[in-house]
């Protein structure tokens, strides 16, 4: 079945440490985005790719990294420099090309990460 | 920018019965989607409903419908004959055409009770 996984689900970081969530599509999409939750805030983009190669920052790309070597995989790291790390990561994906299939999809999502500091 | 605003942290409804959650949002792009996500407590976001900016007409997937209020910027979504799995978080979203971004508001947290 094609889907997106993301792993692992739960992922404890001690503070100073760099921790690496994977997020793979089998769904052949262009597009990979990450989102972070936080209670009572919604979904905030970190990051988005829309192709091979090349990445973009979202509203709150500082003290995370990206990469997006291959066009199925696009892991988010959370460097030690990201002061409130602790949070719930979503994955998702979607096509591009004709505005009225793509679009109208909206984004296919993982199941999350729950990272938590210690 | 574009952004989404959800006023009603939570909401709640009786088995059965009906329940309007509101979203507005605000953009000056005139061909856009919006979209109703559910996230149940396993947090898998899923695809409630959508509708096309470009079209007057209410979409409407089975217990699902909206009202869709361009001129207002209006987009709120009513839930008929709610039931017991209808208990989630909503999030109201906004796709731009003209770049690939989802924008998200803070959520309603629907509960249901027997």
């Known amino acids: 079945d094609g889907g997106i996984t993301q792993s692992p689900k739960y992922l404890f970081r001690k503070e100073g440490q760099n921790v690496t969530l994977s997020c793979e599509q089998n769904?052949?999409?262009?597009?990979m985005y990450w989102y972070r939750q936080d209670p009572g805030q919604g979904l905030r983009l970190i990051y988005y790719?829309?192709?091979?190669?090349?990445?973009q920052k979202g509203d709150i790309a500082e003290g995370y990294s990206v990469s997006r070597e291959k066009k199925e995989s696009f892991p988010l790291t959370v460097t030690s420099a990201q002061k409130n790390p602790t949070a719930f990561y979503l994955c998702?994906?979607?096509?591009?090309?004709?505005?009225?299939?793509?679009f109208g999809n909206g984004y296919t999502f993982g199941s999350g990460t729950r990272l938590t500091v210690v | 920018a574009q952004t989404v605003t959800q006023s009603q942290p939570e909401m709640s409804v009786q088995e059965a019965e009906t329940v309007t959650l509101s979203c507005t949002y605000d953009?000056?792009?005139?061909?856009?989607?919006l979209f109703w996500y559910k996230q149940p407590p396993s947090r898998q976001m899923i695809l409630v409903i959508r509708?096309?900016?470009?079209?007057?007409q209410n979409a409407t997937e089975n217990r699902f419908s909206v009202n869709f209020q361009k001129a207002a910027k209006s987009f709120s979504l009513k839930i008929s004959d709610s039931q017991l799995g209808d208990a989630a978080m909503y999030f109201c979203?906004?796709?731009?055409?003209?770049?690939?971004?989802?924008?998200f508001g803070t959520g309603t947290r629907l509960q249901v009770f027997p």
């Open positions: 998702a994906s979607s096509t591009k090309g004709n505005w009225a299939d793509s």
């Open positions: 509708q096309e900016a470009y079209k007057q």
């Open positions: 790719s829309q192709i091979v190669n090349d990445f």
């Open positions: 979203a906004y796709r731009s055409y003209n770049t690939d971004k989802l924008i």
């Open positions: 769904l052949n999409h262009d597009a």
């Open positions: 953009t000056s792009e005139s061909d856009y989607y």
